[in-house]
Every structure is written in structure tokens, then in C-alpha cells.
């Protein structure tokens, strides 16, 4: 191995499914404990402003990945989990890819939702080793799909390894990832290898599953309560493991870890929707509006803990505006790695690298934030933030169609400002649907290649 490549910092991405801003101690909640994940936001920096690219799971690991906005990244939509549907096209260039070309040893571990083929599986996207499954969710022991049996699709097991199917019945699947990506991270220090480790957990989503163990910590709290705050208490003893092998094997000084989630808390009765707009809902998105599905705060702001004792200043909190399309570049320019030289040097890429920001105190790189989902269309500048024909549980009376907020008085979107504040809602207005034009364009002439 080249000593260059050992210079280089690892890099471990640990991403939740459905975990809500406010599911974790560091981010208010009242209920949650999770120790290992407070400390590591308290020893690096902690982001109060840090947006997903869309309110749903599958375009934001495409985000996530890519640095893409998920409709130019070919996945706009929650992908299904029958065999030959499509997947993350093979021209998109993942942070994997691009860094397996850098020397790194790569490995996923969790859930991927990109795809179900072999050619849209995580190995053909620049994963040396795949660990997890495939879909959506699964349950937590057997390891089955079984969702979706309207669309004519019957349970099907999905766990693999590359793309050979394995079988852990009984094994929680929470445990099995922290298991597999410490088992990764003691064969990389052992090769003295520079490792990219993505480690996918599909808590806290459904199905409401957690070990007694976990259960019985939260015994004093509703079932519902209980079982959430047991499934993302199980998370936490998996980051404190990981940290600890990191620890052991002189790996964690110069390993940049980046904690967050694919969006907020599922309103789905499965999740235990009461119903009511500020509900629980099985998760909690804090102070904020919306839950996942809605471009209020609630579905796309998310937890965000970026850790690197060895490169940044730690004991920090960072409001400025951030989105996972900037993780891409900026983990590529914080590993010295040129993209405009390597696989992405013809790929347009959305995000920004936060590396002046996080190094200098530079402000954020972004003017403007803008996302879009099933109709719905938003935009964040600075403080403002317009929503447009957003979306809130269907029990719920619906929002304005127009829907404008000064978050800095008023975070949980409650109060609508556009008819105070017409001029400034139609240039917000006017600049979200130039934004989607553009969007639909290069989108459409993916699809023409």
C-alpha cells in the first residue's frame, strides 16, 4: 500500500432512517438516551441547520452520495423493491467511487435503497464490500420485506453479502451492522489502509422492533415511546462500539465521522400517528413543522454531529445553512482529493465544499437552498423560508398553498407571512420555480441520453 494513502483521513458516514431533529439528547429531547452520540456532538460540532435534499429515504441517500439533487441524480422518488425496477443510474459517481479511485478501501453496511439489481447494487457503485439489504426495511430479526403486497409483491427475504444472499434469523439487525463495521474497521487497521465506511442503520423506521434489553430501559414510557427511544438508544450503544474499535486501533484521531439522518419522523400509522399536528408521531421533529413526506422543517432538517480531532476544532455548534449534497465535496477536498482530476471531472455537482467554513469561519457557501417533492416546492434564504403547496399529515387541515416564514422568529413555520410580505413571496416564488425549470430540464435530458 502507498503511504500516501495511509496519510489520507478515513472517513465513516453513520446514517439513521426516520430519526427526527428532536430524537437525540444533544437536540432537545426530553426522553432519549443517547450518551455516546451527545458526546461525540459535544467533543466536535453540532449543526442546528443541516437539511436533507428530500423528505424521503431514497432521494437523499442519492443526495447523500452523489452531491446531487436527487432528480439529477436520476432518484427522485422512494424506490420500490421488485427485481429489475431501476435504481441510481450506473453514470452517477458516488463519494465511493470516487474515493476507491484515491486508494480507500470501501464498505457499506445497512441499508442501501438505491437499487435491487446487480447493476444498481451498492458494488457497482464503488462499494469493495456490501453488507445489508436492499429494499426499503426489513424486519429487525427475520431479515423479510414484507410490504407491498397490494402492488402484487410477496415477502421476500433481503439480506446479503455483496450480491450473495446470506441468512442471521434471529440476529437484530441494528446489532449486525455496528457488528460488521467494527469487524471492517479492525481489517483496515490491521492493512494500515485509508477506509470509506458507510454505516446505513434502518432505525429508527419501521417495523417497531427493539431487545428486550433496549425495551427495558424505557419501561416507564408508553409502548410507543418505549419502543422508539429503545430502537434509537440501540443506535447509540452501536456508535459508542464503533468509536471505541476506532479508539483501539489508532484509527480515531484522523477518521472524519459525519452522524445524521435521511429525513424526519414517519407520520405513518406504523409509527404511531396520533393525529394531531404537534403528534409524536413515533419520532419527534422537535420544535418544527412536518414530518417526513413534507418539505416543512419537520421532514427535511435533520440531526447533524461532524467529528475529526485530528483536522477540526471540536466543542463547536454551527447554525450556518447546510444540506447533504455539500458532504461529497467537502469530505473529498478535506481528503485532499482533487474531483475535477478524478471521476467526477465531467459531473455536475450541487454541493458545495463546507471546508472554509468548518476550517476558517467562513460563512456558509449557500445563498439559497431549494427542494422538491411530489408537488411540493421550497425554498431557504437566510432566515426565510417559502413553501409551496406543502404537505402535512392528511388528517390535518392543509396548509396554505403560499406558505412563507421568518425562521428566525418563528423556526416551527406556524405563521404565515406572504400576505404581509408579497414582493419578497413572489421573488422566493419566482426563484423556486425558475430553480424546478432548470431542474426538469437537466432531468429531461438525462433521460433523451
Excluded at 483521513?9 to 437525540?24: E, F
Excluded at 446531487?68 to 427522485?76: F, K, L, T
Excluded at 442503520?201 to 408508553?222: G, I, Q, S, T, V
Aim: glycine share 10%.
Amino acid at each position: 500500500m502507498q503511504e500516501n494513502n495511509r496519510q489520507k483521513p478515513n472517513i465513516l458516514i453513520i446514517y439513521c432512517d426516520d430519526l427526527g431533529y428532536g430524537d437525540l439528547g444533544c437536540y432537545g429531547s426530553e426522553t432519549a438516551k443517547t450518551p455516546h452520540l451527545d458526546r461525540l456532538a459535544s467533543e466536535g460540532i453540532r449543526f442546528t441547520n443541516w437539511y436533507s435534499n428530500s423528505p424521503v429515504c431514497s432521494p437523499s441517500r442519492a443526495a447523500l452520495l452523489t452531491g446531487r439533487h436527487p432528480a439529477r441524480a436520476g432518484v427522485d422518488e422512494i424506490l420500490g423493491a421488485k427485481r429489475g425496477l431501476h435504481g441510481l443510474p450506473a453514470t452517477e459517481v458516488t463519494l465511493a467511487k470516487a474515493l476507491q479511485t484515491e486508494g480507500y478501501r470501501t464498505a457499506v453496511h445497512g441499508k442501501w435503497h438505491l437499487g435491487v439489481s446487480e447493476e444498481t447494487g451498492p458494488n457497482a457503485h464503488g462499494f469493495d464490500e456490501f453488507f445489508g439489504f436492499k429494499a426499503g426495511c426489513i424486519d429487525f430479526y427475520s431479515h423479510i420485506f414484507y410490504w407491498g403486497q397490494g402492488a402484487g409483491l410477496n415477502p421476500l427475504h433481503d439480506l446479503w453479502e455483496d450480491e450473495t444472499e446470506v441468512w442471521e434469523n434471529g440476529r437484530y439487525m441494528t446489532e449486525l451492522i455496528t457488528e460488521r463495521s467494527i469487524e471492517f474497521i479492525r481489517r483496515q487497521a490491521e492493512r494500515e489502509e485509508s477506509f470509506f465506511l458507510y454505516a446505513a442503520y434502518n432505525a429508527p423506521h419501521y417495523p417497531m422492533h427493539a431487545p428486550k434489553e433496549y425495551m427495558d430501559r424505557f419501561a416507564y414510557l408508553p409502548w410507543d415511546r418505549q419502543v422508539m427511544n429503545a430502537m434509537i438508544a440501540a443506535v447509540d450503544d452501536g456508535v459508542g462500539a464503533i468509536v471505541k474499535e476506532l479508539k483501539r486501533t489508532g484509527s480515531y484521531e484522523n477518521t472524519i465521522i459525519f452522524f445524521s439522518s435521511d429525513n424526519g419522523p414517519s407520520p405513518e400509522s406504523r409509527n404511531w400517528l396520533d393525529g394531531t399536528e404537534d403528534a409524536y408521531y413515533g419520532g419527534s421533529a422537535g420544535i418544527f413543522r412536518g414530518h417526513k413526506f413534507s418539505l416543512f422543517d419537520g421532514g427535511i432538517r435533520e440531526p447533524a454531529i461532524l467529528s475529526w480531532p485530528a483536522g477540526l476544532t471540536g466543542g463547536r455548534v454551527s447554525d450556518e445553512m447546510t444540506a447533504m449534497i455539500d458532504i461529497l465535496p467537502t469530505f473529498l477536498d478535506l481528503s485532499g482529493v482533487d474531483a475535477a482530476a478524478g471521476p467526477l471531472k465531467d459531473v455536475r455537482i450541487d454541493g458545495r465544499s463546507l471546508k472554509s467554513m468548518l476550517l476558517e469561519g467562513e460563512p456558509s457557501p449557500h445563498r439559497q437552498l431549494f427542494w422538491e417533492y411530489q408537488g411540493q416546492l421550497a425554498v431557504r434564504e437566510g432566515g426565510w423560508k417559502l413553501v409551496l403547496d406543502g404537505k402535512l399529515d392528511g388528517s390535518l387541515p392543509p396548509p396554505d398553498r403560499v406558505h412563507l416564514s421568518d425562521l428566525s422568529k418563528d423556526p416551527g413555520e406556524r405563521v404565515n407571512e406572504a400576505g404581509r410580505l408579497p414582493e419578497l413571496t413572489e421573488r422566493l416564488t419566482r426563484a423556486a420555480q425558475d430553480w424546478l425549470a432548470s431542474l426538469r430540464a437537466d432531468s429531461q435530458g438525462r433521460s433523451r441520453d
